[in-house]
């Protein structure tokens, strides 16, 4: 090992992604994580590529779903979360999801039984030591107060935050089977699926209407006053938070009815609220974008509301923690480096980009391109016809850094497509899905 190692502090989604991504290229790394040391609001684990939101990785549909799409190209580029996930995944219909915590220790593993790579635990707690001279910071969203504070005071800039729901979590046999049914939605398989893989608990309009109301009623957690001024994320609006904004949003959210009929009587329910296996054994079950910062008192009452779930035990109820992100528009490089410290680069949902799959496709360019500078190469960026060049160009200049908020991938990051305007919906989709893996096939070569 005389090739100097590079440094990754984090050892979620993005950083165990980069450190796999830089040792297979035969490049020494030391991850530091913190965890058990010191703790984080939301992890209960000390494991690597802990999942402490929703297990699902969203739609696997790689010709229709720009998600879908970055699944797949990150399957080209040999991604350890990807391989990992087709290991431990469950039932989801058209999603990607796995049982969390055997994900997990899989991850920890290969990340103690790598050769090229050592895992050291405890605080960065400031910026670390200049002979550091290649460091890839993938602290996620609940950064240390010590490092946010750090980088703020070399980046001149506010760090921006926001609030991240968790979703509650349902013991299976606590649900009452003879109201809720098994169907995904327009009866859909998927990865390791059936086409009945969410328990589904339906509403009529009366039920829906008390539910709702109960909802935008119910007693919530206090704020510190350092969170209040905090935004709330589009992509992770606690499920009172959208009640709150109309009577038919959660109809047009997490609970629309449509492509379901209630098997046991075959008739369209007014609303619907979905349940995801969230483990091998299929004994626990997530309440599908129920996420809220309700107290647990007011969590269990109102959701016993829902019919098939009267008696329901939940294994977790649902919580909520503050997340950061830098301004990574105005204080990073094409290639993720921080403009005024080189050394230091950013991936994961600190850099503003938001998912698990989204946060390891950012670490696994970002592993590669350190690696690549350790060797002496120069790499280019992933095209931005590509999922995966389309995020990070999002996130290192696309974005308008003065509205700067954490994105998913999507299609509208996509460069347009040559193509007639009256090609539109799905057809388009399979249009920049075809461009786009095309084109990294090409980039691959040039690696």
């Not at 087709?86 to 049982?99: I, T, Y």
């Not at 608990?201 to 704020?223: P, S, V």
């Amino acid at each position: 090992m005389t090739t100097k190692p590079i440094h990754i502090i984090g050892g979620g989604m993005a950083g165990t992604e980069a450190a796999w991504q830089a040792a297979n290229m035969g490049v020494p790394v030391i991850l530091h994580e913190m965890r058990p040391h010191t703790k984080t609001p939301a992890h209960q684990t000390e494991g690597l590529g802990e999942l402490v939101c929703s297990n699902s990785f969203r739609s696997d549909d790689k010709d229709y779903n720009a998600v879908g799409l970055l699944h797949e190209e990150m399957r080209m580029l040999d991604s350890l979360m990807m391989k990992t996930a087709a290991k431990h995944a469950v039932p989801a219909g058209g999603a990607l999801a796995v049982d969390r915590e055997c994900y997990s220790a899989d991850i920890t593993k290969t990340m103690e039984d790598h050769p090229l790579i050592t895992i050291e635990r405890g605080e960065i707690s400031g910026l670390p030591p200049e002979d550091w001279d290649s460091v890839i910071i993938a602290t996620g969203p609940l950064t240390s107060p010590a490092l946010s504070t750090a980088i703020k005071s070399i980046t001149d800039e506010d760090a921006l935050a926001f609030f991240d729901a968790i979703a509650p979590i349902v013991y299976f046999d606590s649900i009452n089977m003879d109201v809720a049914w098994l169907q995904s939605r327009y009866d859909k398989e998927g990865p390791a699926g059936t086409g009945k893989d969410y328990i589904n608990c339906g509403m009529n309009k009366e039920q829906y209407l008390a539910f709702h109301d109960a909802l935008i009623n119910a007693e919530t957690a206090e704020f510190k006053d350092w969170e209040k001024d905090t935004p709330y994320f589009e992509g992770c609006m606690p499920i009172e938070v959208m009640a709150s904004r109309g009577i038919d949003t959660l109809r047009y959210g997490p609970m629309k009815p449509v492509g379901l009929t209630n098997q046991h009587d075959m008739s369209r329910p007014y609303a619907v609220v979905q349940l995801r296996q969230d483990n091998a054994l299929g004994s626990l079950y997530n309440i599908v974008g129920f996420q809220t910062k309700m107290k647990y008192g007011a969590q269990t009452e109102v959701f016993k509301m829902i019919p098939g779930l009267e008696n329901a035990e939940f294994a977790r109820l649902g919580g909520i923690h503050r997340n950061t992100f830098i301004n990574s528009p105005r204080v990073l490089n094409e290639k993720l480096q921080l403009k005024n410290q080189p050394r230091l680069r950013f991936a994961g949902q600190i850099t503003g980009c938001e998912g698990y799959v989204e946060s390891a496709a950012v670490g696994l360019v970002a592993g590669r391109l350190a690696a690549s500078e350790r060797l002496g190469k120069t790499m280019t960026m992933p095209p931005s016809t590509t999922a995966l060049g389309a995020i990070i160009s999002h996130i290192t200049g696309g974005a308008n850094e003065k509205t700067f908020q954490p994105m998913n991938v999507n299609f509208g990051l996509f460069p347009d497509i040559d193509a007639p305007k009256k090609i539109k919906g799905r057809d388009r989709k399979k249009l920049y899905s075809d461009r786009a893996l095309v084109d990294l096939a090409g980039w691959i070569k040039t690696l």
